[in-house]
RNA sequence: GCGCCCGUAGCUCAACUGGAUAGAGCGUGUGGCUACGGACCACAAGGCUAGGGGUUCAAGUCCUCUCGGGCGCACCA
């Protein structure tokens, strides 16, 4: 048992030899914020003031003079100012514990707490529609981090990436491919028109001259939207696939929404229309989301009989659910934050369990450079795509940037800061604490001192 | 107009989800350092937690109003 357990218990034996068990707190241990106070604490006594209607110093004092706890595990134990009832630990617990530390090396603090669960990761997902831009990077980080963590912790993890392959907006891809397909051929002049086309960016020239020769004139003769689209999605998605494996993320599956079309789409309707929570207005069938939390209730089939998207994202993360997964984890833009409610209304309707679906908002990213912020457009020089982030900086600084704030606040990422080699720049910092306890350690060996960890019997 | 997120040292951020004197790094100031990478070490200054009111033993944290910033409010995808 865990020094923290031990501490639980006595103090819950005390709480009961005193007759405080039945005001139903639990013991709760903390650290303390000054370590001078001891090395764990418990506020309990002020907790059960509240209750008791009675001075939490004095319960805090009764509690300390009741308490049994092993002397091999507490040295000391004292009731303080407001009611805190502070422990410091015995010396055999502190050398246990640096003795596992070190014994354990890099799977320190690994556990088997999610032993038998599987627990599924959805991050990034950006659409195939143009190459990967600073915010996926910072997805990508903040997901990637979260499947190592749950990894460490003992689930069973499954990272995966949504691909949105389907509907209008491939055709409009395909249309954007279409015309870079004529410019190529000389069939019209370079950049005429070319505002007319959703995805005016220079990828898809290179996308274009990818196409062999035959297949270019006939999607020139006779244009083709959906094929040009899903040619242009399965190249920008090989593009995804190869920014990701050099960033480091893992995806072990790249879902198709094409796939759910139209079976899996329409079962998902079938099924909420099942579940009761449906009803008919003026044509169009609508979700009654707003019995489950939601601001409004949604369209799920429109008055021309056609599903709308939400159908689709619905028959996704009814896939999650089908596929066995005791747990669902989605990162979202912060432009979506709207979108997470009625998610989970379908998904408590479909049968889910609470809180089965977590979605997690990922926080705008604002590119500084020299202090001012670098504008998103695509004029030369300036950054927009995550690999030209990646390839300035790297990407271990990138990761570290994007890790250090809290996953869902908005993140000023300074590149001048990040290409620095000096104390200002975190990462930098790091990397040169490590160098130097590095060559600490080289120098102590070479003069024969043992290294760090070598000799555990003398922990004291 | 309605809803969600946010406002903490000069700067960038923490604060274990309601606990003790609100902490770190950078920057600034002062003082040090001949075995190892001076890209170091020690100490210090710096705060009405945007502002008002409330809840309680206790509020940066919860409620409420005001100010300021961001985003969302489609039979689009």
């Not at 134990?77 to 530390?101: K, Q």
């Not at 000023?412 to 104390?423: G, M």
Request: overall charge negative; hydrophobic content about 45%; glycine content about 8%.
């Amino acid at each position: 048992m865990s020094a923290r357990d031990t501490i639980v218990d006595a103090v819950s034996r005390a709480l009961r030899d005193l007759g405080y068990d039945d005001a139903g707190v639990t013991v709760a241990v903390e650290r303390p914020r000054d370590a001078t106070h001891g090395d764990v604490a418990t506020p309990v006594a002020m907790s059960l003031a509240r209750i008791l209607k009675k001075n939490p110093m004095e319960i805090a004092e009764r509690v300390v003079s009741s308490l049994q706890v092993g002397s091999d595990v507490v040295a000391s134990v004292a009731a303080a100012r407001p009611g805190f009832i502070n422990f410091r630990l015995a010396a055999p617990v502190l050398e246990r514990t640096v003795r596992e530390v070190l014994e354990a090396g890099e799977a320190f603090g690994r556990t088997n707490d999610g032993a038998g669960r599987r627990v599924q990761v959805e991050y990034v997902s950006a659409n195939p529609t143009g190459p990967l831009v600073i915010v996926s990077a910072r997805a990508a980080a903040v997901g990637n981090a979260i499947l190592n963590l749950l990894d460490f912790a003992g689930y069973a993890t499954q990272g995966e990436y949504y691909v949105n392959d389907h509907g209008k907006q491939v055709e409009a891809l395909g249309a954007s491919l279409g015309f870079r397909l004529r410019e190529r051929l000389g069939l019209t002049a370079p950049g005429e028109a070319l505002d007319q086309y959703q995805y005016p960016g220079e990828y898809l020239v290179e996308i274009a001259a990818e196409v062999d020769a035959g297949q270019a004139r006939a999607w020139a003769e006779a244009p083709d939207a959906a094929a040009l689209g899903r040619f242009a999605a399965a190249r920008l998605i090989d593009r995804i696939r190869d920014d990701m494996r050099r960033y480091g993320a893992r995806f072990d599956e790249f879902f198709l929404e094409s796939s759910l079309h139209p079976t899996a789409v329409e079962a998902a309707y079938g099924r909420l229309v099942a579940s009761g929570h449906t009803y008919d207005e003026e044509g169009a069938v609508y979700f009654r989301s707003t019995a489950f939390g939601d601001d409004k209730d949604r369209v799920l089939r429109k008055s021309d009989g056609l599903p709308t998207y939400f159908v689709a994202d619905v028959a996704y993360h009814a896939s999650k659910l089908d596929r066995g997964y005791d747990r669902a984890i989605g990162l979202l833009g912060p432009d979506h934050h709207g979108y997470v409610a009625r998610m989970q209304a379908a998904m408590t309707a479909l049968g889910a369990p609470p809180d089965w679906l977590e979605i997690i908002i990922v926080g705008w990213v604002r590119l500084l450079e020299g202090g001012n912020p670098v504008s998103m457009s695509k004029r030369a020089g300036e950054f927009v795509t995550m690999r030209e982030l990646i390839d300035d900086v790297g990407v271990d600084v990138a990761k570290y940037f994007f890790l250090m704030r809290r996953a869902n606040s908005p993140l000023d990422f300074d590149l001048t800061l990040a290409r620095k080699q000096s104390d200002e720049n975190p990462v930098y910092y790091v990397q040169y604490a490590h160098a130097r306890i590095a060559s600490v350690i080289r120098f102590a060996e070479e003069r024969g001192v043992s290294s760090a960890g070598s000799d555990l019997s003398r922990l004291t």
